[in-house]
């Protein structure tokens, strides 16, 4: 099972950045998926997920608005587009599948400074 995060890096404030999360390993399909961040020193936070088939999304109430999750099942990826970012939304950013599982990508980081 992987979950490979890609996308992250260093925009200024009111940039945007696209998130991919790919996935291999399992039926990707079948599991709902969700983006994480962790900031330093804090715990990590739910940002957004998605249900396996796309029908329902969810936001935490400091991102929306502002970022959208989104998936392609035929090519087991899911993205998080990140748009007006701020500095408190630097952290590192983690895909998370699950079902009966839960499985973790290593994470990519996202700095947003001037």
């Known amino acids: 099972v992987q979950l490979v995060e890609s996308g992250g890096g260093l925009v200024q404030p009111g940039g945007s950045l696209r998130l991919s999360c790919a996935a291999s390993?399992?039926?990707?399909?079948?599991?709902?998926m969700s983006w994480y961040r962790q900031a330093p020193g804090k715990e990590r936070e739910l940002v957004a997920a998605?249900?396996?088939?796309?029908?329902?999304?969810n936001y935490a109430d400091s991102v929306k608005g502002r970022f959208t999750i989104s998936r392609d099942n035929a090519k087991n990826t899911v993205y998080l587009q990140m748009n007006s970012l701020k500095p408190e939304d630097t952290a590192v950013y983690y895909c998370?599948?699950?079902?009966?599982?839960?499985?973790w990508g290593q994470g990519t980081q996202v700095t947003v400074s001037s």
């Open positions: 390993g399992f039926t990707f399909s079948r599991y709902d």
């Open positions: 998370n599948a699950v079902r009966i599982y839960s499985y």
């Open positions: 998605i249900t396996s088939a796309g029908g329902t999304r």
